[in-house]
């Protein structure tokens, strides 16, 4: 089993990226996603869900500005980042859930500074 993060980097303030995380080793389609993030000095941190279902919750600090999607054809999930923020400076990791399984991915680097 694999979790493979991409697409982390610098930008700066107000920029976007878009973070992908690619599973292999798991029936995909049947896995809750999400995307965590754990900043210099601070505990990991949920940034986002989405359900095998497609349905998807936030935390108040992105809402409205972060998208968490999809493609169970390509084992994917995306997270979409708009209007960075330095604070939003961090590690990002994908995790995949279903019952009793919980993997991990290596995680993504993510620097918001001018």
């Known amino acids: 089993v694999q979790l493979v993060e991409s697409g982390g980097g610098l930008v700066q303030p107000g920029g976007s990226l878009r973070l992908s995380c690619q599973a292999t080793?798991?029936?995909?389609?049947?896995?809750?996603m999400s995307w965590y993030r754990q900043g210099p000095g601070k505990e990991r941190e949920l940034v986002a869900k989405?359900?095998?279902?497609?349905?998807?919750n936030y935390s108040d600090s992105v809402t409205g500005r972060f998208a968490i999607s999809r493609d169970n054809a390509k084992n994917t999930v995306f997270l979409q980042m708009n209007n960075l923020k330095p604070e939003d400076t961090a590690a990002y990791y994908c995790?995949?859930?279903?019952?009793?399984?919980?993997?991990w991915g290596q995680g993504t680097q993510v620097t918001v500074s001018s």
């Open positions: 080793g798991i029936s995909f389609r049947f896995y809750t």
């Open positions: 995790k995949g859930v279903f019952w009793k399984s919980t993997y």
């Open positions: 989405i359900s095998e279902t497609g349905s998807t």
